[in-house]
């Protein structure tokens, strides 16, 4: 049904759900019309579009659940992406391997469940579009039709999107798509009065390992610095390409010390790749960093990356490798000092 299918490969599944960067993102309308179209189509009071991370299910679109994830060892979702077929479930209080769960004994009362897994194009199971009932039933043939064709427009939707919105040689955000986020999650901090940082980071001396080793070496560094950040920051975090070796992290709900952290993080990682040239030189890498908070709501995504900017030039300035965090105010708003 769905073609080849890798089951088993937990790390080439999260590393297929996370080239997304859909977690923890807002509602978008075509996730939110199919949850709906479910809804009234197989007449369930429950739908979602669900994503399976490495420790919580998180839905990027739900009718009927209050929350906006739960732990993954209890969902059915959970189940569904172990196997190639559809998850059937018309009874779970009578089904052994979920009569006992938390979610039928308790909230939302999960009595049938049909789930579809989500199949990215390179065979991974990301997710699930599901349809849950309260009480138990039997989902039809062309039901279940229905919701599989559906779950092969929610892959399409996240594929138009990460196309959309992607840098070709990344798979990072472009700088556009990182702008209109960051903007996003800025009145979104505003609204929860919840905090937000940014860090800038470039690759040190690039332009010698690109005149030195030629262009093709360049990008496999980019591509290198990249996958090593993604490896070391939480999969909420948004990682985008500004332009040549510049890029910028986006830590929502992130205090300064602790995007700090992250960022000290990423550095150290990026300090420790080894590549080999095509001459056979062992070429070593390191980037600098500037780290910025967002200190007022009224601020831009402008403003945000002037001040990280103004870091990131002291870090070079002291000799690269290294990161520094913004100076409040006084960089953005110089008469205010």
């Not at 910025?292 to 690269?320: C, Q, W």
Request: hydrophobic share 40%.
């Amino acid at each position: 049904m769905f073609g080849e299918v890798k089951l088993g490969d937990e790390p080439g599944r999260l590393a297929a759900l996370h080239r997304y960067q859909v977690l923890d993102t807002g509602p978008e309308r075509p996730f939110e019309t199919i949850v709906s179209l479910i809804e009234d189509l197989l007449e369930t009071p429950i739908s979602a579009v669900t994503l399976l991370d490495a420790d919580r299910q998180w839905f990027k679109a739900r009718r009927g659940v209050s929350v906006c994830e739960s732990a993954r060892d209890t969902a059915f979702c959970n189940y569904a992406i172990q196997q190639t077929e559809p998850l059937i479930v018309p009874d779970a209080s009578a089904d052994p391997r979920f009569a006992d769960n938390p979610l039928v004994t308790g909230e939302p009362h999960i009595k049938a469940y049909a789930g579809v897994p989500l199949v990215s194009p390179d065979g991974y199971q990301i997710g699930t579009l599901c349809a849950i009932d309260t009480k138990p039933r039997d989902f039809a043939d062309h039901e279940i039709r229905l919701l599989t064709k559906f779950a092969k427009l929610v892959v399409d939707e996240l594929e138009l999107r990460l196309q959309a919105g992607t840098d070709s040689l990344t798979g990072v955000m472009s700088r556009r798509y990182w702008m209109m986020t960051v903007e996003e999650e800025i009145q979104r901090a505003a609204r929860n009065a919840n905090l937000l940082s940014i860090a800038l980071f470039d690759i040190d001396k690039f332009k010698r390992i690109n005149d030195t080793y030629g262009h093709a070496f360049g990008d496999l560094v980019i591509q290198t610095v990249v996958n090593t950040c993604l490896e070391h920051v939480r999969a909420g975090s948004k990682l985008g390409r500004l332009g040549g070796e510049e890029f910028v992290l986006l830590f929502t709900e992130c205090a300064l010390d602790q995007a700090v952290v992250a960022a000290e993080r990423c550095r150290r990682a990026i300090e420790a790749i080894r590549l080999t040239a095509p001459n056979g030189d062992e070429v070593r890498v390191s980037a600098s960093f500037g780290v910025a908070p967002l200190f007022s709501y009224s601020l831009s995504p402008d403003d945000l990356i002037e001040l990280a900017d103004r870091a990131l030039y002291r870090a070079k300035e002291g000799g690269r490798n290294r990161l520094e965090v913004g100076q409040v105010a006084a960089n953005i708003y110089p008469d205010s000092a």
